[in-house]
Nanobody, 111 residues
Framework: QVRLVESGGGLVQTGGSLRLSCAAS????????MNWFRQAPGKERELVAG???????YYADSVKGRFTISRDNAKNTLYLQMNSLKPEDTAVYYC?????WGQGTQVTVSS
């Protein structure tokens, strides 16, 4: 089991940037595909971005070109750099590794 703790969320204006971090403990994340999901009020949780153990990345169409997922295996940490934020990016963002989830961090983008 991997314990995941997200941080870096907050309130930002449209067009602003945030960098989310997900600190992992309990097991090394180097062999895991790591993901960022988000859930907006009244909506289902959706996959935002993923990164394989080999470094291949995936992005939802809605965030392509604006978000960048990365990992630092030495620090056992996952990141999500979010640029050009839009109000529709407002959600709770969750870090995921296999069946393990963090508690989430709130991102709010004001118009």
């Amino acid at each position: 089991q991997v314990r995941l703790v997200e941080s870096g969320g907050g309130l930002v204006q449209t067009g602003g940037s945030l960098r989310l971090s997900c600190a992992a403990s309990g097991r090394a994340i180097s062999t895991y595909t790591m993901n960022w999901f988000r859930q907006a009020p009244g909506k289902e949780r959706e996959l935002v971005a993923g990164i394989s153990s080999g470094g291949s990345t995936y992005y939802a169409d809605s965030v392509k070109g604006r978000f960048t997922i990365s990992r630092d295996n030495a620090k056992n940490t996952l990141y999500l750099q979010m640029n050009s934020l839009k109000p529709e990016d407002t959600a709770v963002y969750y870090c995921n590794a296999a069946n393990d989830w963090g508690q989430g961090t709130q991102v709010t983008v004001s118009s």
